[in-house]
C-alpha cells in the first residue's frame, strides 16, 4: 500500500510560478513510476506529466510542455512538478498518481495509488 499527500497549491496570477509537491509513505517509492494529473470543474481528468522510477526520462502532456518540470527524490520519497508561466486554463486540482506498471503511462487506469489533490488558481 501507499500513501501519497500532495502539497503546494495556491493562487497565483498568470505568468507565475508553483512547486507541488508529492510525499509517499512505502519503503519501495524508488521503483514506483509516478505521474501528475489535473482535474479543471466539469473536465475529465487529465495527465499533465509523468516521470519513470528510474528519473532518467519524463513526458509531458502538449498543453505544459516546456513550462511544467518533473522530478523525483528518491532520498526524501517525493515527487515535484514545478510550473513556471502559468496560465489561468491550468487552473484544477491536481493529483499524484503512482504506477506499478514500471513506464510511464498517460491513462488514469494505469495508476494504482492516489493522493487526495492540491487546488491550483491562475488568476488573468
Known amino acids: 500500500q501507499v500513501q501519497l499527500a500532495e502539497s503546494g497549491g495556491g493562487l497565483v496570477q498568470a505568468g507565475g510560478s508553483l512547486r507541488l509537491s508529492c510525499a509517499a509513505s512505502?519503503?519501495?517509492?524508488?521503483?514506483?513510476?509516478m505521474g501528475w494529473f489535473r482535474q479543471a470543474p466539469g473536465k475529465e481528468r487529465e495527465f499533465v506529466a509523468g516521470?519513470?522510477?528510474?528519473?532518467?526520462?519524463?513526458y509531458y502532456a502538449d498543453s505544459v510542455k516546456g513550462r511544467f518540470t518533473i522530478s523525483k527524490d528518491n532520498v526524501k520519497n517525493t515527487v515535484y512538478l514545478q510550473m513556471n508561466s502559468l496560465k489561468p486554463e491550468d487552473t484544477a486540482v491536481y493529483y499524484c498518481?503512482?504506477?506499478?506498471?514500471?513506464?510511464?503511462?498517460?491513462?488514469?487506469?494505469?495508476?494504482?495509488?492516489w493522493g487526495q489533490g492540491t487546488q491550483v488558481t491562475v488568476s488573468s
Open positions: 498518481a503512482v504506477t506499478r506498471l514500471g513506464g510511464i503511462y498517460t491513462t488514469r487506469v494505469s495508476y494504482d495509488y
Open positions: 512505502g519503503r519501495t517509492f524508488s521503483s514506483y513510476s
Open positions: 516521470i519513470h522510477w528510474t528519473g532518467s526520462s519524463t
